[in-house]
């Protein structure tokens, strides 16, 4: 009896041991390949791979458009005007992580070939004369706004966009590496990278929607920019290298409205490298944070770096930490305490203190509602999980 027990435990042992060695093997996926153009009607699902975006790709409302982690979308100037556009009722999915980030670029790698990520929503808004629609500036003539505060257009995660800023359609209008009109809160922008473009890094026209950890790297106009009563509550980690050529590191304005509301972000870093110069000598923009047109907010936890002088001929323009560019906004916005910037660490910059872009501006902030820390920490690469999603080439984009 022993003998025959202890034979069978032997053959069971070389049966599970060929039987796990077969488990072992494990067979790596073939990363995909392939073309994305024209509309998106139905779901459709993109594996990891390494695909070409071809023209103007619209997400049609009724569909959704999904990117798996890891994949790369690559467009080239040679075919035209390329972009991805999701429209109101569409869906951008894109599941991307810190060691596998979801990456679109362009072939030739040179700022303003391709028109970015543009979504559009129907979030409220206020435009120009207190208008609650408008026709968006992209070329792709889109009616924005609405009253679904609430507006789903996806879930971006971990996301980098290349050398964007194309003018499409009309050849007159610009967009930027990622542009988003009237979209909703219940939009998801999360660790979104906007590189090397030839406007601005990020821009929202209204909306409600809120995104956490952006980096905006080497873009030619503004790092950050918005309009149209843009209002999202809940934006942290905004991190700005400004390098080569750049202007503002935030632009903010309300297209003229005195709205009794406005956007809040915390955890904010503005860099400008030494060298940097404004997109043009005609308009000098080189201010840190700039308000007009009733822009306002509340801002904390900031470091400003590197907002020094410009010199043109024999004259030298000098980089304000704060300046507001016209009295409505310092009469409704700063003396009427609807703008707020606390724990503010500023060095490397000219003028510290905020002003108004004319001497007739006299700009003076409550005690409280302007405030200097030197402990300030603002966006860090700790804070925004570093990883390769914020590398490019070798290069840490968080510095």
């Given at each position: 009896m022993k003998k025959s027990f202890f034979t069978l435990l032997l053959f069971a042992g070389l049966f599970t041991s060929c039987t796990t060695n077969d488990d072992d093997e494990v067979t790596t996926p073939t990363p995909q390949?392939?073309?994305?153009t024209g509309e998106i009607t139905s779901d459709k699902t993109y594996a990891t791979g390494n695909y070409t975006l071809k023209g103007i790709v619209k997400v049609k409302p009724g569909a959704t458009l999904t990117f798996e982690a890891g994949s790369t979308i690559t467009c080239d100037i040679a075919t035209g005007d390329n972009a991805l556009v999701v429209l109101n009722g569409g869906k951008l999915i894109i599941n991307g992580t810190a060691s596998q980030p979801v990456v679109f670029t362009e072939k030739n790698k040179i700022s303003g070939n391709w028109g970015g990520i543009i979504m559009y929503g129907d979030a409220p808004i206020t435009a120009a004369?207190?208008?609650?629609?408008?026709?968006s500036e992209d070329g792709n003539v889109?009616?924005?706004?609405?009253?679904?505060?609430?507006h789903n257009?996806?879930?971006l995660h971990y996301v980098r966009v290349e050398y964007a800023g194309k003018k499409l359609g009309d050849g007159q209008k610009e967009n930027n590496a990622f542009t988003f009109y009237s979209c909703g809160s219940g939009t998801v922008l999360d660790h979104l990278v906007a590189y090397k473009g030839a406007d601005d890094g990020f821009e929202f026209f209204g909306g409600t929607v809120s995104a956490t950890n952006l980096v905006s790297f080497g873009n030619f106009d503004d790092a950050f920019d918005w309009q149209d009563g843009w209002r999202g509550q809940n934006n942290e980690n905004w991190y700005a290298y400004q390098t080569g050529k750049g202007n503002f590191g935030m632009e903010i304005e309300a297209s003229n409205n005195n709205n009794a509301f406005g956007p809040k972000i915390s955890k904010i870093t503005l860099k400008r490298a030494t060298g940097t110069t404004p997109e043009s000598d005609t308009d000098i923009q080189l201010d840190a944070f700039q308000f007009k047109k009733e822009g306002n907010g509340e801002y904390d936890n900031i470091i400003i770096d590197g907002y020094g002088d410009y010199t043109v001929g024999a004259?030298?323009?000098h980089g304000a930490a704060v300046k507001i560019q016209d009295n409505n906004t310092n009469v409704n916005q700063v003396n009427?305490?609807?703008?707020k910037l606390t724990n503010v660490k500023i060095i490397n910059t000219s003028v510290t203190t905020p002003i108004g872009a004319t001497d007739a501006i006299s700009v003076l902030f409550s005690s409280t509602n302007f405030t200097t820390n030197n402990n300030a920490s603002g966006a860090s690469g700790t804070s925004m999980n570093n990883g390769n999603w914020s590398n490019v080439d070798g290069t840490n984009l968080v510095q």
């Open positions: 390949t392939g073309e994305i004369s207190g208008a609650t629609t408008a026709l889109q009616t924005y706004g609405g009253t679904n505060a609430a257009g996806g879930s004259t030298t323009y009427g305490g609807k703008l």
